[in-house]
């Protein structure tokens, strides 16, 4: 299990408060349905890694918890929204996501459409409200981070690269250039977002230590982003539709190119270890407050799920 | 045509700014698709009424023309994005958008729903970017009510009890409420967003006298949403598809309740004008600042497409 402390229950928590209540809107037609396929497809489960890379660089940087649970919602609700819309029919057309049916499986397609879209809406609603102890500066610093770290030049564009990608032969940067936008933007912007979850009343001194430590988080956002790939890719050949919660060997049957599949199994392996290391050596300006965060790098490589 | 100055012009090149370049991404597989895409999807046309009235309500309050541009654009993207995914095959399943191919059509399904995903992203991480003379605040307040409008609460709900109404009775009550989240939040929006389009450094009376301005344009706003909306109705069932650039009689053939089929032709209209007196009546407080938006209305109850 992923190394938390009492995080997980935290966003379960908050998620479910910002989440619409089922039939506490108009009560008539599909708005119902709407909502409660908005709560099953985020409150299904989940590992929420990127809520936990919020909370964890906050206390490394020792930022108070009340100030990270709308950045922490928000990028769970983006990541939520991007899966409802990648399992569709005309994207990967997946049956199964985190052991239960997918959103247009248990509802319909159109639903899941609209779902998708309102969970991305909601997601930059959370961020727009304010934020005790985040001044407004850094409530659009936020916002900023997680919209160019989502759109067309973050996840979208890695989520078109992919589509392109199937049945084709590409080489690793290709493959990197993919993931880095797919699913390392939000890593990166989960990490990010942390960082200016403060009042804008650091002096200049204290402003530029945090300026340095930033740049370190970069790169250990970086090296945890990719590696939690290439485990992705690993487990998609290693392990089991039951434990995965997903279908195993998907990516294999829809001859996506993968880290195995390009530089073999065993390279695979190195790099994941190479990737974990840089992210460990990547705060060794910071002491125990980072621990959470060195845990969440272990657990990423070696998860089962 | 609709009124607007020079105001057409004007947000056909904010657009055409804020969009990607073609090829300006990766140059790789299908990005290039996507950014394409998102520029087919939003620059093919468009009576743009919803930027227009953020412009003509920021002339109506003396609100500098630059300080509109930022608000102006992003609800334009995240109406762009709602007509991308309402045309999908599994919602609305539409071949024709203003006289051209819809999105999916001229690309594939699995773009058009990326597309309408990074438009949406677009729209708010333009209003996350410094906007010159509108303080953070307001800001976040214009977010707060462009993303308020558009989700489960707002035009996603209006699209979600749309779905369900296919095919069933409804009344008139019920009709209304449907048009009020699909259409009239957007068009409530564009006007509400402009009234925050300055620094916060407005004094109490000048805030207690524009607090009271925004209340009448609450009224026309609300007025003129839902006069757009059974203006629609009645071009759906008079006009011809060449003249409006999508289908006509689609609402008809798709057995999609409108005004005339639940009230009568002559009610409908007898309730466009009433709407549109409502509308100019509103604005009885201001001169001649007013006058775009006057025009607007007028346009809105009269447009032949």
Redesign the interface.
Known sequence: MIPHKDYQDRIEQVLDQIL?DRGA??G????N???AA?RYSVLGGGKRVRPLLVYATGEALNIPVDNLDAPAAAIELVHA??LV?DD?P??DDDDLRRGQATTHIQY????A??T???L???A??I????IQGV???N???L??IL??A????GM??G???D???VG?FIEEQ?LE??HRHKTGALIHASVLMATYCHASQYGVEEETRLESLREDLRIYADAVGLAFQVRDDILDIQSDTETLGKTQGADLAAEKPTYPSIMGMTAAKEKLYQLHDKAIYSLSGFGEEADLLREIAEFIVKRIK
Chains 1, 2 share one sequence.
């Open positions: 619409p809107t108009l008539k037609a599909n708005s349905n709407l909502n908005m929204y991007s819309h569709l005309c994207m319909d397609e159109a639903t459409v609209l998708g879209d309102a991305q809406t909601l930059f609603n961020l727009s409200q304010p001044s407004a500066e409530q659009l610093k916002l900023n919209t160019t989502s759109g067309e030049k979208v564009l989520q078109a690269i589509l392109a990608a084709h290709q250039e993919m």
